[in-house]
């Protein structure tokens, strides 16, 4: 499918993001309240015999940290991307959908009644309540007759998500673990540690490439539905694999840094007016785009107001919401 949006060969727009990613980390690991050179991050690098307080606060503290924030970034803008093409909805996001707000009941569900259960424990959690908020805003949404537009899904996943939150704030002042809560969803990467990123990078890197090697079928099913069975796809069998992808890169991002709304309903636009609409190219822009936006915004967070930092997640909303409303002047219409 050859797009007007690839004037400039799409290598070289990729190229082009991966330097921008790149540029992105150095500036997050040197930035920060205490003072770091690029010097101390080549060693850190590069060295592994070098132990300077400096060299020591990249590995251990800014370094998991980042790349967190990296991983959290390409699971929302590629979960993003694949849910705008499979409902054909502009407007589709994990947290508007109700994605985080049932990963965040399941977590304090987890925390009540399994309060030694570890980090994959938790993890797990987060993927059966994704699963379930996203399961009742489609359900809630396709009750009536009709096309599911845009903004009847959008009303579903704020009811739902509303719904989601109170009963997890219920749960929380009952076993009166809010304060548990509220560290694992406060929208931030303080404290995240080499142990984490080992149990989460795995199951985000592989649902990335296997959504990567879907891209195909997920370009086609971002037609119609008619289309895709005119060409021979198996709709089910495609939407339950993409549905689990979304589930996996949702509930392990919000395992890792909590609730972040909007950044999987910017990346995919801005990428699209980028690359075009074929999602063979969207999806690995996609990563290195939210990826990007993940450390700035981290960086933001930490410096804007240094020592103390500036929850993440209200930076991100603070860019998405007015995005969000763009989006919805527009009609509801993709922006490509």
């Not at 947290?95 to 993890?123: C, W």
């Amino acid at each position: 499918m050859r797009d007007k949006k690839r004037s400039v060969p799409f290598f070289y727009k990729l190229l082009g993001s991966v330097l921008v990613l790149v540029v992105s980390f150095a500036i997050s690991m040197v930035l920060g309240a205490k003072e770091i050179t690029l010097y101390d991050l080549w060693l850190a690098l590069t060295s592994p015999g070098a132990s300077s307080e400096n060299v020591l606060i990249l590995r251990e503290i800014r370094m998991p940290r980042e790349l967190a924030a990296m991983l959290v970034g390409a699971a929302f803008a590629v979960s993003g991307s694949i849910m705008q093409g499979v409902t054909r909805n502009p407007l589709a996001d994990p947290g508007l959908l109700g994605l985080t707000s049932g990963a965040n009941m399941a977590l304090a569900v987890a925390f009540a009644f399994l309060p030694g259960v570890g980090y994959f424990g938790i993890m797990l959690a987060c993927f059966i309540g994704s699963a379930l908020g996203a399961g009742l805003v489609l359900g809630l949404g396709s009750m009536r007759q009709g096309k599911l537009s845009p903004i009847r899904i959008v009303l579903a996943g704020a009811a739902i998500s509303a719904f989601l939150y109170a009963i997890a704030d219920g749960i929380s002042l009952v076993f009166k673990i809010s304060k548990d809560v509220s560290m694992w969803t406060a929208g931030g990467l303080i404290g995240t540690t080499w142990g984490q990123l080992q149990v989460i990078t795995p199951v985000i890197v592989i649902a990335i490439v296997v959504a990567i090697m879907y891209s195909n079928h997920l370009t086609i099913l971002s037609l119609s539905d008619e289309i895709a069975m005119g060409l021979g796809q198996k709709l089910v069998r495609v939407k339950f694999i993409l549905f689990t992808l979304v589930v996996l890169l949702t509930g392990a991002a919000v395992a890792l840094v909590g609730n972040i709304a909007f950044l999987g309903l910017m990346i995919p636009h801005i990428v699209r007016m980028i690359v075009g609409t074929d999602y063979r190219y969207i999806l690995p822009f996609s990563v290195f785009a939210g990826a990007s936006f993940m450390l700035l915004a981290d960086t933001l967070g930490r410096t804007i107001n240094a020592p103390y930092e500036t929850p993440m997640a209200a930076i991100v909303a603070m860019v998405g919401l007015p995005f969000f409303l763009f989006v919805v002047r527009k009609g509801g219409k993709a922006l490509s």
